[in-house]
């Protein structure tokens, strides 16, 4: 299977070394001084399973690569225009793209189920530029837990002793090409999953991202340090039963189980993506984690007091810092 990883960052470059492990043909889009060290040194990944180091053919521009099965999208989501414009010369007649990312994905709405069914989301997509340059049927969508950064150009550290993958169509079905890209992660050495419930394990996560992530910027702390804080846990439950609510009036049947989030995330001292990129000066992926979610609540008739509250102050932080524009 021909597999191009665009965005090879943190969670690119692991997943890239995992499906070449897996027996794909895997090429990378990446830039700057990671694809040149890349290009010079290799992709090197430490991980709990040990040092991988691979050599994969690296570019920054996408029609040195050619057309391909399958395409995974791990850029952060202020980046996806930059996808539109560019992910053309790796489409081919079937390719599918599967967008391993944070937050509510542009396509979150397609084949589902009630009165929101095919509408869009302009903050995420603005002016559908992605979808038209997709077309229709291509996307998959991905969630990932691997707590991982670029700790220098060509080299990722994995600190997630559990990393695994979900893979799924926006319409349930479970595809062949689900079914064989969740294998081949699987073969790689990490846990790739293939579900008919995609858009329920992206609440999983983002339930643990809504409100960890908006603490997190506010507060400047990982969560192991938010949650040593009487009033963390009570506003981050509070939030955390907000976003239960959007994504159960939307169809999703996450787990309620917000204390053992809470329990897992409080043992964690890697800061999250959003706070890693406040910090290092990135664009900030508010509109997809804090953003999305609200609109659909507002979509879905969901009232979210505390989450309001949270996301407008985080919204704030961000504009202040220059990495985010309303």
Request: net charge neutral; with cysteine.
């Amino acid at each position: 299977m021909k597999i191009c990883v665009y965005g090879a960052g943190a969670i690119g470059g692991h997943l890239a070394s995992r499906f070449h492990r897996g027996g794909a043909e895997v090429s990378i889009v990446a830039r700057g001084a990671h694809l040149a060290a890349i290009r010079a040194n290799g992709l090197t990944v430490h991980a709990v399973d040990g040092e991988h180091n691979v050599r994969l053919p690296a570019t920054e521009h996408p029609a040195e690569l050619g057309p391909q099965d399958a395409v995974i999208v791990t850029v952060k989501a202020p980046a996806l225009p930059q996808i539109a414009a560019g992910i053309g010369p790796l489409l081919g007649p079937d390719t599918a793209v599967a967008f391993v990312m944070n937050g509510i994905p542009w396509w979150y709405c397609d084949s589902l189920p009630g009165p929101l069914n095919g509408r869009t989301l302009p903050r995420i997509d603005p002016d559908d530029v992605l979808r038209k340059a997709l077309g229709p049927g291509r996307a998959i969508g991905g969630v990932v837990y691997s707590a991982s950064a670029v700790v220098e150009p060509g080299v990722i550290e994995v600190e997630q002793p559990n990393s695994r993958v979900f893979l799924g169509e926006p319409d349930g079905s479970m595809s062949d090409r689900v079914v064989a890209l969740a294998g081949l992660l699987t073969k790689g050495g990490i846990s790739g999953i293939a579900t008919p419930a995609i858009r329920t394990e992206l609440w999983n996560k983002l339930i643990g991202n809504l409100a960890g992530g908006t603490l997190a910027v506010l507060s400047g702390c990982a969560p192991q340090t938010v949650y040593t804080e009487a009033a963390g846990v009570k506003t981050s439950l509070a939030a955390m039963a907000e976003a239960v609510a959007i994504a159960r009036a939307l169809g999703a049947d996450p787990s309620t189980d917000n204390a053992a989030r809470i329990k897992s995330q409080g043992g964690m001292a890697h800061k999250p993506s959003i706070l890693q990129d406040l910090e290092a000066g990135r664009p900030m992926e508010v509109d997809g984690m804090f953003e999305a979610p609200l609109a659909l609540a507002r979509m879905a008739g969901v009232e979210t007091p505390v989450l309001d509250m949270l996301v407008a102050l985080a919204k704030l932080r961000s504009e202040s810092a220059g990495l985010y524009r309303r």
